[in-house]
Every structure is written in structure tokens, then in C-alpha cells.
């Protein structure tokens, strides 16, 4: 690494920045790689899912001729002639189905389509789920995704796995980044109406289409399983209330799924589950994750059996209630349902091109939506630590390692020549040797790590607080950001680098580390020198440090988006979550 001519000059590190395509550009990107078909671990041995679908056909099967026999004994025609599959002691709902509510029946509808694709893309990125902290090869219980080989380093990149354009958004392997605006944008979208319709639904009556108000709805709800069962359907009087088992349904997908689907979202993101101590140390990260999973089974298993039944229990009342607005034998309704699902059609089929060929727009429009949150939440608690018991065995290694004769000098000679350039808008540029980096007084936490494509692990690390750099070298007033320039490469070519606000620099808990796990660094996690700053993914943590430059903006900086994955990935600048 050749030293420039004058202390703390970075103008040889920004020379090295690449700009890039505002396209996803699919000669430079990662290969495709495929998965498997998803499997479940029970025990100590793995399932394929697929195997659930001729399972569940004959338990259907089994459970129709079950309930036509129980429908002949005189004591379940008793149970059913008493409960006959509503709560009779629940009221009606005398104002229909008002055009706010079918509206926003559809718009959920629209933005559930979006969520869910794009949380599968997400999923594929790292298609293991846990239900610990630590993400050790083969401790997990789904994935869709090969054993972890042994005789190789596979990276967390390296096991994510490519989707089918028409399920993932856009389906591309390893576009997380783009596929988390769609996720999140549309969440967003998908809160903003669900609040709304909480408002409206406890404003009217109709709160009580949907809230049991009497215990004898959970006879009503198996009274109406066995009918639904024995194909013989109960009497419909959707028009003015649910029986037990859609009041049931209703009630959980709305206000207990939904609710768990937001919260879990939030508390795997580092700025929130390292502010809520305790909470975050219980639901960590990977617990949330998978909860957050079963939740989205709960929506693909409700979305799917409530599209079934709109067709098998009258397509024509239904749409007439939920598309019209009235109670009667028209098909009034009806054209307005072909229109709705010929605009989900449309949006499915158009998401994943647009994406592909507009990639910086859909970065700029989700930063736009949703960075002005990711900005609120940048908060952390600084006491967010955790104990040696909780270090994980193993953390995943990432990243493009450096690669140049250069380098493997310096790791020959255990760093001895390596020299940490802090320059810019500063007012002491300096370069520092290992020895007196370390020199410097020295600092230990136990954290997780997060990334962004969704595992986590916990490790003790050791190393200079930067805030002890800067008393040092003195940012000036005017400096905005520190911009850290890593030796390595990106995986697209041209220097890896991310930038921090200064806000960052100067919390407690972020270091220059050289240690991990009280041995020293190694070169696949980042050595000489790598950056923790607890309340950010784990991508914007520079590994393999060059330099550091504080500016005052960085719009001039590569393809000026805050760092390489920014600039060539599509991620965000700001990423607590």
C-alpha cells in the first residue's frame, strides 16, 4: 500500500471510486444460483415442504368423509341446530358493506401483492431461518437453500439464491436492496390504510362484523368447520355478520398477525432492538425473523382459502357485497372484481422488468417514502451490550476480500507497513500505524452484528474508540460526514467505501476494531482494522480500513448515493433497519 505524499491525503482513494448504470445490469452481477425446494427441519431430520401438499390433500380428504359421518349422529345435528354457525346472540351490522371499506379492501389487496413478493426476495438472500440468535450452519429449521459446503469459504452472498421473476421482486439473485424499498414503501402504504381502516371500523358498526362480542362464538366457529368440511355450507348472512369461524379469521389476521407482522418487521433492525435492551436481548433478532415468517404463512394461508371460498360459496353474492355494495341477484358486482384482479395482474406481471430497468428510481422513490424513518430511528441505547456466554461460535464471513500482491505483503509482515490515512476536512491530517492505533486507549463491547440479508451473530470486539481519533485529528465544523475507504474492492469493481454522519462517530460504542473475540482480527473479518457502529447493518461496517475522510457531502463520491452498495446495489444510505 503505497503511502501518499503527504499526511492524511485521501485524493488517491477517491480516484479509485467507480460510478455506475442507474439499470441492474445483468453482465455485472452476480451469477444466477439455484435453491432447493423449501425444507423444514423436525428433530434432526429435514422435510421437503412438497411433501405437506399430498399430505394435506388426503387430511382434506379424510377430514370431509369425517365430517359427513359426524353430520349423521344426533348429537353433532343437535350441536349444529343449536349453533348453527353464528353467534345468534351477536348483532347485526345494518350499513352493508360502505364503499370505504370495499375501497380499502382493494388497496390492502394491491400492497399485500407488493409485501409479499418482495419479502420472499429478501427471504432468498439468506433462505435459512433460526429460531436463536446465532446463524451456525445447520442449526437452522427452514431453509430452501444446500448444506453450507465445508471445504470452501461460502460467504453469506454466496448462499443467496435466485427466484423466479413472476414470484420474487424482480427475482434477480441478490437484489435485497431494491426488493427492501418495494417491502418497505409498500409496508409503509399497507400501515397508513390499515390505521385508517381502524379508524373507520370503530367509528361505524362495522367493528362488529368482526369482533367476537360472546363466547358462543367458538362453538359457532367449529359448527361452521363441520359444515364447511362436509361440503354442505351453512346459510350465509355475510351481509349483516360473519359466522364464528370468518368472525374468528378476521379477527386474528386483522388485529393480532398483522400487528405481529409490524412489530417483528422493526425488531430485526440494530437501532431498535439494541434501543429496547432487554426486549431485543428476548426477541432477537432471529426469533423476530421467523416470527415474521410464520406470520407471513398466516397471510399466504388467508389470502389464499379466502380467494377459494369468494368462489366456491356464490362468486356472485360476493363480489356483489365486496365490489358493489349490494345485497341482491345482480351481477353488478362482478366487472368491478374482473377489473380489480386484471390490475393485480397487470402490477404482477410489470413489477419485476420496472424494477430491472428503473432500479435508481425505485431507490430514490423508496428512500423518499420511507428514509425519512429510517432517519427517526438512527437512535440506539448506548448500554446495548451482551455477555460472553452469548458469542456466537460462528459469524458468517461477507464481503469482496482485497486481492493484490500489495496486501498480501502487509498480512506476510503482520501489518507492519500498514498505514491508516484520516485526512479531509480536518485539522490535523495524520496517518497512523497499527502500533499506534493501538496504542491508543482501547475499548471493549459485545454486540450483534446484523446484516442486511438477514443473519446475525454476536461478538466481543476490541479496538480504538473514533472518538479518540478525532480529538486527534480534529474535524472541522463544516464536516458532515466521515467517508471510510476500505483496501478491498467491491464485487462490481472499483474501491469499496460507505459513509457515516458524524452523529455516529462520536457514539460510544463505535470503534476501530482490531480485535474479535480477544484474538487478534482476522483478514476474512476485516483485519487490520473494520468498523463497528451499532446502529447501522452490517454493510455500512468498512472492512479492511484505508482511509478515513470527513467532508461535508458526498454526492461527489462514486454515483454519489453514500457508499459502493448504494451506488452499485441500490441499498440505502441510512439503513437501521
Known amino acids: ?31 444466477p444460483r439455484e435453491g432447493i425446494l423449501p425444507h423444514i427441519r423436525i428433530g434432526a431430520r429435514w422435510f421437503n415442504v412438497m411433501w405437506f401438499l399430498p399430505i394435506a390433500a388426503f387430511g382434506l380428504m379424510v377430514a370431509v368423509a369425517a365430517a359427513q359421518a359426524l353430520r349423521e349422529l344426533p348429537s353433532v345435528q343437535a350441536f349444529i341446530e343449536l349453533h348453527p354457525g353464528i353467534a345468534q346472540s351477536a ?27 418482495a419479502g420472499i426476495q429478501i427471504l432468498a438472500d439468506h433462505p435459512r431461518l433460526y429460531w436463536h440468535r446465532d446463524c451456525t450452519p445447520g442449526t437452522e429449521w427452514f431453509r ?42 409498500a409496508n409503509l402504504l399497507w400501515t397508513i390504510n390499515g390505521i385508517l381502516f381502524y379508524v373507520l371500523l370503530f367509528a361505524t358498526d362495522q367493528w362488529q362484523r368482526i369482533v367476537p362480542l360472546t363466547s358462543e362464538v367458538f362453538p ?65 433478532r432471529q426469533k423476530a425473523r421467523s416470527i415474521h415468517f410464520v406470520s407471513f404463512l398466516w397471510f399466504v394461508f388467508f389470502i389464499s382459502a379466502h380467494g377459494v371460498m369468494v368462489f366456491v360459496t356464490g362468486l356472485r353474492q360476493n363480489t356483489n357485497h365486496m365490489f358493489a355494495g349490494v345485497d341482491d341477484e345482480s351481477w353488478s358486482g362482478f366487472p368491478f372484481f374482473a377489473m380489480a384482479m386484471a ?88 496517518d497512523f500505524s497499527l502500533q499506534e492505533i493501538k496504542a491508543l486507549p482501547r475499548q471493549e463491547q459485545i454486540t450483534t452484528h446484523f446484516c442486511i440479508q438477514g443473519w446475525s451473530g454476536v461478538a466481543k470486539w476490541a479496538g480504538v474508540p473514533m472518538r479518540e481519533i478525532m480529538t486527534i485529528v480534529k474535524p472541522k465544523q463544516e464536516a458532515r460526514y466521515a467517508v471510510f475507504y476500505s483496501i478491498a474492492e467491491g464485487g462490481d469493481g472499483g474501491r469499496y467505501y460507505d459513509v457515516h ?40 461496517m468498512v472492512k479492511w480500513i484505508a482511509a478515513i475522510e470527513f467532508v461535508e457531502d458526498f454526492k461527489h463520491l462514486g454515483a454519489g448515493q453514500g457508499g459502493y452498495n448504494e451506488d452499485h446495489e441500490f441499498y440505502g444510505y441510512r439503513m437501521p433497519i
Open 220 to 284: 359457532a366457529a367449529i359448527s361452521t368447520a363441520i359444515q364447511y368440511a362436509s361440503l354442505n355450507f351453512p346459510v350465509d348472512e355475510g351481509w349483516t355478520r360473519y359466522n364464528g369461524l370468518q368472525q374468528l379469521t378476521y379477527f386474528i389476521t386483522v388485529f393480532i398477525a398483522a400487528p405481529v407482522s409490524i412489530i417483528t418487521g422493526f425488531m430485526q433492525g440494530p437501532a431498535i432492538s439494541n434501543r429496547l435492551g432487554w426486549l431485543g436481548r428476548v426477541l432477537d
Open 91 to 117: 348483532p347485526s351490522v345494518e350499513s352493508g358493506f360502505p364503499w370505504w371499506l370495499r375501497l380499502q379492501h382493494f388497496v390492502n389487496m394491491f400492497f399485500m401483492m407488493f409485501i409479499i413478493r
Open 343 to 430: 390490475v393485480i395482474v397487470v402490477a404482477w406481471l410489470w413489477v419485476s422488468p420496472f424494477t430491472l430497468r428503473n432500479a435508481r428510481l425505485v431507490q430514490r422513490t423508496g428512500q423518499f417514502m420511507v428514509g425519512w424513518i429510517k432517519g427517526l430511528i438512527e437512535w440506539f441505547d448506548p448500554r446495548s451490550q451482551l455477555t460472553e456466554k452469548d458469542i456466537s461460535p460462528y459469524l458468517w464471513p461477507n464481503g469482496t476480500m482485497p486481492n493484490s500482491s500489495e496486501f498480501d505483503s502487509m498480512v506476510a509482515e503482520n501489518f507492519e507497513s500498514y498505514r491508516l490515512t484520516v485526512g479531509g476536512l480536518v485539522e490535523h491530517a495524520q
Open 1 to 31: 500500500m503505497d503511502k501518499p505524499t503527504e499526511p492524511g491525503s485521501t485524493d488517491k482513494f477517491r480516484a479509485d471510486l467507480q460510478s455506475t448504470d442507474d439499470r441492474v445490469r445483468l453482465n455485472h452481477w452476480l451469477p
Open 144 to 185: 430452501f437453500q444446500k448444506d453450507v459446503p465445508t471445504d470452501r469459504i461460502w460467504t453469506a452472498k454466496d448462499d443467496a439464491v435466485t427466484l423466479p421473476g413472476w414470484l420474487g421482486i424482480p427475482g434477480l439473485r441478490h437484489t435485497l436492496g431494491l426488493s427492501r424499498w418495494w417491502h418497505f414503501s
Open 501 to 540: 454522519k458524524m452523529d455516529n462517530m462520536r457514539h460510544e460504542l463505535t470503534i476501530l476494531a482490531y480485535a474479535m473475540n480477544d484474538t487478534p482480527l482476522t483478514v476474512l473479518h476485516g483485519a487490520p482494522l473494520r468498523l463497528r457502529c451499532e446502529n447501522e447493518l452490517g454493510f455500512k
